[in-house]
């Protein structure tokens, strides 16, 4: 992260954004080209090698990305599913093999066999049916079980620009202080994975003495096998955005970005719909419901990288900056986007928001356990027998998740991977000791991150499965810190070699390179690949042993 | 009360906001904690891990794993250093680094100095247990440039050259490039060295740990017997230097020290790697006297030039006075040295015929500012651009002509401190400034007069200032507000709106800070400029706090220290006015000799009483007028018109070739001296190898003179003649060479040695502050020319080369910068049928160039501007005799001229000159 960078960014501010003329100014070919990178450097005072350095991080802006037409998901339960040879081998019947992509995760984990073509995702039987969608750009929505058990909020009724301004007239009738105190009081705790306090985030953001803060909605949601926030910006969309404008209300920032991945154009869509009928309402802009509150939001499409979910790389991004992990302190709240105070929250803490406010802080901690109140959206994969979306208490048994709501698993499954890459691998054993909250999840030793449900098939092998949460993690880091860009590597290649060659993994050395990126990584990334890989050497001993010398 | 935190459970004090490395460091030693990315002037990274500690919040709690160097230390933190668990961790994660490069260190040129190779000691790596995988060891060397090299198969990726290019010089050459394993480092777009846009400040080379960035010089290898600390040679930014030698008086490079105060580990490519012309084959070795038949130089001994020299000089004393005789000193040279040369004019000659370089620079500032505040040197220090708001750069472009402090300017301007330009040209600093006033050249005076008008009228005054600190602003008041803004709008050609934004930004700030440089003194009215620039700090209250003041960017290394010595003709050692008696009585008894008390020529006045045969010998040390003076044919008149011609050189300048005795001198690497740069701060210059066989040090040979001409004066070291100077110039009267230490003093130094970093606090030198309204003259340059000559040339320096060039273009910097070329707007090179790179004939009243076109759109249409670096153009032969009015400052920045394509397609060879007339 350059602060001078930063600063230049920001002169340039939302309106003439760096990021997203880079993604503009790369729509044509896939990648930004020399001459496009000078004049983008003279225009924003910055080097060729920033804007070259920055087009080389991003999946879709980087030389490689240049002639792509068609991206084939990668993620961890379209692999498991065992699903995209076949879509890959229907795609390049018709495709060169250099206009075919890969993008990780199209968040379509209920029903696999996904790929991505000019700006809409495709899923399920959609492959059969390529001829039609190259030849008609067909659209055929993704359809999946959404339930609720226990309260109904994320996933209740909230529509409308009406709904919007209900709630926003209601925030604005208590005064900021007054909702600051609704959501402290609410104790909902960040949805991103780490369980930070919401409301204290939002307190130290509206303490800090500046006219110039923002609200970052991270919609970067890239853990394969999680689709919530996909679920709730394509279903949802005045929710969250209501959660935006009431966090600007209560800190004092007047700009919104909301942050969307590139993979899912869906929610880009929807929600730039929504943010257009706010602005012609006038519930968008300056002067919102005739008060002193102005709330501008802009919404901002990821170039394709999963770190961008990593807040602190996500500012970075929206910078127009190669998408590197800050060191914290500062943290965003004090110096955020364009070294301003900053929230990050994201879409699902958001959309918690509103509803507080709707209701109260007091019915929201009333739900849920005492250190994990409200709701959690679970994701379940199509190794389910009823895939989808499902709204649970906190607290609500993952016995009763699994069996009950996802009615078990069609065929066996014997871990799953649960809060995404970085989360705990849960062997079917454990599942009666965890309930859906934080603490649970923790004190079992295992993390309930986004709340995705990955199944791990019975015959699929569990060496291939960490060699390729390896290989997401060295795709994916940032480079930054020495252990995640070194160490996702060479665990990589042990694991590979100790498949394909006559090598032994040396245990000790195996336990140094985990101990190492869990200690030394800079944010979560390589910080968080050690658990579910610690996981597997705990509990599935036997399958990984002959790997080991 | 401090707080305290541990180390390893044993208790320290520590200031808030300290990070826990620096604490350790602090408390233990500065290798206490292993790391590979931090450097002491970038900002924590955090990309390493090698510094990890544990910590916990109580002893023998439960502890967590932190970088050290990015987390700040809190009360009652237990720090420990060297646990199992954090040594496996370091040792685990320079294991991994090793696996990516190469095992070669035997043969690598930082051996024995490379931090990875220490830490890897330090933690213990014995063996690299991986299996072979992949590895980024086959990257092509880069040897594309004059200076920098890369070799990144040795790169660990720490991003510290990354860093320096971005928080230091501010340069945006290098990037990361690629994402996770792939990252690594580009040089714009995947450039080599030469052909990107890096400015060869060498950041990158200093910062990297290893051999991955790295130079022709090989800075980092420790091949080399010794280290000398001097200070730099070229700008007055006054950088400290670390030259190796390799103890047989082979330079073998240049490192800039972090702790330095001046540079804090930072120089250009200037001091850091232009120092080659100190054993050039050019350089002069032998005195020589020319034959005055064949016109040929004759190497001579030092007994017969000498022997030649005083002759010449009792001669023409005795058969014409000694005011027929004149010195021009040198701004290059140590204080030392100036004070001897213009002692030796005044008490051995017996003439106040001296003058020095400041005369064609700053001399405008020194009077403007003596008259206004009392003193003519900077209010302030530098490092006060950490306390200011705002910051306004007037007819200067220090990214250029002093690099280490534009690179700082131009941190501040990036980081958004409110900035504001007033520059006929878009110079690199105006592309980030909140204001660019682009003025048009020569039109300071109408600027400065509107900038008033609106502190005054919008009611921006700093009454209590006023009140308290000033005289004569209810004069200025009264004829500001009578000022006709609508035909000042029109002179500038500067919307006054702007003007006023500009204005109330300057007037609105807490502390504001102003600079200058040759763009507001090279006028005829430079300075009525200074005077008004003095105006708008005291009117807002700008001077004696912190991040405040008129900051005059000194040109030369010593021009400052010249000017301090005494090397003027009204001024003696100490700006001592050498008319006043009590004065001259002062002098004549330090002395021992009559002094003159009558003030002498100022340098165009010598080139006049020259022509006009009042003078018949002039003296000039390390100063190429013929080049750099304005209008070169009067000059080299006048250097053919006097019977001696004495040339104190490095090498056979443009003027050299004119002279009658060439005596070599000796270049700063050689010689020993204290050079004041233009924040007033006294440094050492230390000798690094002896001088060149042949030459002397130029004090030496001065004082030679003064005792053959029968004055006794003891041969030359810096602390004896140092010694005389503290005893004659008040404001070096605590000034003693043994306690200078490394990074000097800032003058006025009391007797008790303490310094001063800032002036006019309570009062000013003059007691109170004086306003004085100046009205706008246009040049008489552009009265009587305009007409047929319609565009404005105005001159400039470039970032590679030094004036004359005669150092830089005997070094790697000509191959980066080859040719003066003239800066020509898109517009008028099509209206003129002018290409880029083109040749153009320049012609002014005085004669014409040709010159090689660069279109660009820096320059607004009507204005042209270019350098005087190369004698291969010579410019200098189409700028004016005009000067200004009151210090006779050259005005090179306002230079009537016409254009067009030129019918030759090459430049001249240098040193031939055709008659124009």
């Known amino acids: ?136 750009r067909s659209i055929f929505n993704d359809d999946y079980h959404v339930e609720y058990y226990g309260e109904q909020i994320l996933t209740g009724l909230f529509k409308g620009p009406e709904a919007v301004r209900d709630v926003m007239r209601k925030a604005i009738n208590m005064s900021s202080l007054q909702c600051l105190e609704e959501i402290k009081t609410s104790n909902v705790r960040g949805r991103g994975g780490a369980g930070f306090p919401a409301g204290f985030k939002l307190d130290s953001c509206r303490k800090e003495q500046d006219d110039e803060k923002y609200i970052v909605c991270n919609a970067d949601e890239g853990d394969p096998g999680a689709f919530s926030d996909r679920y709730l910006l394509e279903h949802q969309p005045w929710s969250v955005i209501a959660g935006m404008m009431i966090a600007g209300f209560i800190t004092g920032a007047r700009w919104g970005v909301l942050y969307i991945r590139a993979e899912y154009p869906e929610c880009i869509r929807v929600c730039e719909n929504a943010v257009r009928d706010l602005v012609n309402l006038g519930l968008l802009g300056e002067r919102i419901l005739d008060s002193d509150f102005s709330f501008k939001l802009k919404v901002i499409k990821a170039k394709g990288a999963y770190i961008c979910g990593e807040e602190t790389s996500l500012l970075s991004s929206i910078e127009g900056q190669r998408a590197e992990v800050r060191v914290r302190p500062p943290y965003p709240t004090q110096k955020g986007l364009f070294q301003k105070p900053t929230v990050v929250n994201n879409v699902e803490t958001l959309a918690a928001y509103t509803h507080i406010i709707n209701k109260g802080g007091s019915w929201y901690r009333s739900i849920g356990t005492e250190k994990s109140s409200g709701t959690k959206l679970v994701s379940l994969d199509s190794f389910f027998n009823r895939p989808g979306m499902y709204e649970v208490n906190m607290g609500t048994p993952l016995s009763y998740v699994i069996n009950e709501l996802g009615g078990g698993f069609k065929t066996p499954v014997k871990a799953m991977h649960i809060g995404g890459p970085l989360g705990g691998l849960v062997p079917l054993g454990e599942i009666d000791k965890i309930n859906m909250s934080f603490e649970s999840f923790s004190e079992n030793g295992f993390l309930m991150g986004h709340a995705s449900v990955v199944s791990i098939p019975q015959d699929f092998p569990l060496i291939k499965y960490l060699e390729h949460l390896f290989e997401f993690t060295a795709a994916e880091s940032c480079g930054k810190c020495f252990p995640c860009r070194l160490g996702s590597v060479r665990g990589m290649e042990m694991l590979r070699k100790s498949q394909n060659e006559d090598y032994k993994m040396d245990l000790e050395l195996f336990t140094d390179l985990l101990n190492t990126m869990e200690q030394g990584s800079l944010c979560a990334l390589g910080g968080g690949l050690p658990l579910p890989v610690k996981n597997a050497l705990a509990h599935f001993e036997d399958e990984l042993k002959p790997y080991f010398g | 009360m401090s707080k305290i935190a541990y180390i390893n459970d044993e208790p320290f004090p520590f200031e808030e906001g300290v990070t826990i490395l620096n604490f350790v460091k602090e408390n233990k030693n500065k290798r206490a904690i292993p790391t590979l990315c931090d450097a002491p002037n970038l900002d924590p990274f955090g990309s390493c891990r090698v510094c990890s500690v544990e910590v916990a919040l109580q002893q023998g709690g439960k502890t967590k794993t932190m970088a050290s160097c990015h987390t700040p230390l809190t009360e009652g933190m237990y720090v420990y250093t060297d646990t199992p668990s954090v040594k496996k961790l370091r040792k685990n994660i320079v294991e991994l680094v090793l696996t990516d490069h190469p095992l070669d260190c035997l043969t690598c040129e930082v051996n024995g100095n490379c931090e990875l190779q220490t830490v890897a000691a330090e933690v213990g790596i014995r063996e690299v247990r991986y299996p072979e995988g992949k590895t980024h060891l086959d990257r092509h060397k880069d040897h594309s440039h004059p200076y920098m090299t890369s070799d990144l198969s040795k790169c660990i990726n720490c991003y510290r050259c990354v860093r320096a290019c971005d928080e230091v010089q501010g340069q945006f050459v290098l990037t990361m490039a690629g994402r996770g394993f792939d990252s690594h480092i580009a040089k714009g777009i995947e450039q080599t060295f030469f052909e990107s846009d890096c400015v060869s400040c060498g950041a990158c080379a200093q910062a990297c740990p290893t051999s991955a960035i790295s130079d022709v010089f090989q800075s980092k290898s420790i091949a080399k017997a010794k280290t000398t600390r001097t200070i730099c040679t070229y700008c007055g930014v006054g950088c400290n230097l670390e030259v190796a030698t390799d103890g047989s008086n082979e330079i073998l490079s240049i490192r800039a020290p972090y702790e330095a105060e001046a540079n804090g580990g930072h120089t250009c490519l200037k001091g850091r790697y232009a120092f080659k012309f100190y054993n050039h084959p050019d350089r002069l070795r032998s005195p020589m006297i020319k034959n005055k038949k064949t016109g040929e130089f004759v190497e001579v001994s030092w007994d017969e030039a000498y022997t030649y020299i005083t002759n010449e000089l009792n001669r023409i004393k005795s058969t014409s ?258 008319t006043d008696p009590e004065v001259n009585h002062r002098y004549n008894t330090f002395y021992k000799r009559e002094v003159p008390s009558h003030i002498g020529y100022k340098i165009p006045e010598m080139f006049d009483a020259a022509i006009n045969g009042d003078l018949k010998a002039l003296w000039i040390i390390g100063e190429d007028v013929v080049q750099t003076d304005p209008n070169t044919n009067k000059v080299i008149k006048a250097m053919n018109s006097v019977d001696l011609l004495v040339v104190q050189e490095l090498f056979m300048t443009e003027t050299a070739k004119h002279a009658t005795v060439i005596l070599p001198g000796a270049s700063f690497l050689e010689k020993e001296g204290t050079f004041t740069n233009g924040e007033r701060r006294i440094q050492r210059v230390n000798r690094v190898v002896e001088p060149l066989p042949g030459t002397k040090p130029d004090g030496q040979i001065i004082v030679d003179i003064m005792n053959r001409m029968g004055y006794e004066q003891p041969d030359y070291t810096a602390a004896g003649v140092l010694e005389e100077v503290s005893q004659i110039v008040p404001f070096f009267a605590g000034v003693k060479w043994e306690e200078l230490g490394d990074n000097g003093k800032q003058w006025p130094v009391k007797p008790d040695g303490t310094d001063t970093k800032m002036l006019h606090t309570d009062s000013f030198k003059r007691g109170l502050g004086l306003f004085t309204y100046f009205p706008f003259q246009e040049s008489k340059e552009i009265i009587t020319y305009q007409k047929d000559y319609p565009y404005i040339i105005t001159t400039n320096r470039e970032l590679e080369h030094y004036n004359c060039g005669a150092m830089t273009r005997r070094t790697g910097n000509v191959e980066i910068l080859t040719e003066d070329v003239l800066m020509i707007n898109p517009d008028d090179a099509a209206k003129e049928g002018i290409a880029d790179g083109d040749m153009v004939c320049v012609e002014s009243p005085r004669g014409k160039v040709d010159i090689k076109a660069f279109v660009t759109d820096e320059m607004k249409p009507g204005i042209l501007s270019s350098t005087f670096h190369f004698p291969e153009v010579m410019l200098n032969i189409i700028t004016s005799d005009e000067h200004c009015s009151e210090a006779l400052c050259p005005e090179y920045k306002v230079v009537s001229c016409r254009i067009r394509k030129a019918r030759k397609t090459h430049l001249r060879k240098a040193g031939e000159l055709e008659e124009v007339h």
Not at chain 1, 3 to 29: H, W
């Open chain 2, 321 to 578: 006075g000694p005011d027929a005789i004149a010195g021009i000193s040198s701004a290059r040279t140590p204080n030392e040295e100036n004070y001897l040369m213009q002692k030796f004019i005044r008490a051995v000659v017996g003439t106040n015929n001296i003058d020095c370089c400041a005369r064609v620079c700053h001399s405008p500032t020194a009077l403007g500012m003596q008259r206004a505040f009392g003193t003519g040197a900077a209010t302030n220090s530098i490092h006060d651009l950490e306390y200011t708001d705002c910051i306004l750069v007037i007819g200067a472009n220090p990214t250029d002509a002093h690099p280490v402090t534009g690179a700082k300017i131009k941190q501040k301007f990036m980081k958004g401190v409110t900035s504001i330009v007033i520059d006929p040209r878009r110079i690199e600093l105006a592309k980030y400034a909140t204001y660019h006033l682009q003025l048009r050249p020569g039109t300071n005076v109408a600027m400065l007069n509107m900038m008033l008008y609106y502190v005054i009228t919008d009611g921006l005054v700093d009454e209590n200032f006023v009140k308290n600190r000033t005289e004569g602003f209810e004069e200025l008041k009264e004829e500001i507000l009578r000022i006709d803004i609508d035909a000042l709008e029109a002179i500038t050609g500067v919307d006054r709106n702007l003007v006023r934004e500009a204005t109330r930004a300057y007037a609105t700030a807490k502390a504001a800070m102003e600079f200058h440089g040759l763009g507001v003194t090279e006028h005829s009215q430079g300075t009525f400029a200074i005077q008004l620039i003095a105006d708008l700090a005291m009117i807002t209250g700008n001077i004696g706090k912190p991040g405040a003041g008129v900051n005059p960017l000194r040109g030369q290394n010593n021009v400052q220290g010249a000017a301090d010595m005494g090397a003027q003709p009204h001024q003696g050692a100490g700006y001592l006015d050498v």
């Open chain 1, 1 to 136: 992260m350059s602060k001078n960078l930063s600063k230049l960014s920001g002169r340039k501010g939302l309106e003439n954004n760096l990021f997203d003329r880079l993604g503009s100014e790369a729509a044509e070919t896939g990648t930004i080209e020399r001459s496009t990178a000078k004049e983008l450097a003279d225009e924003y005072l910055m080097g060729k090698a920033n804007i070259y350095g920055v087009t080389t991080f991003y999946d879709f802006l980087k030389p490689e990305n240049k002639g792509k037409e068609i991206y084939v998901c990668n993620g961890s339960t379209c692999l498991l599913a065992g699903t995209q040879d076949d879509v890959y081998h229907k795609i390049s019947e018709k495709f060169n093999a250099d206009q075919i992509g890969h993008m990780c995760c199209l968040g379509r984990c209920h029903e696999n066999s996904s790929f991505h073509y000019k700006g809409r995702n495709y899923s399920g039987d959609s492959i059969n049916k390529l001829d039609e969608i190259v030849r008609n």
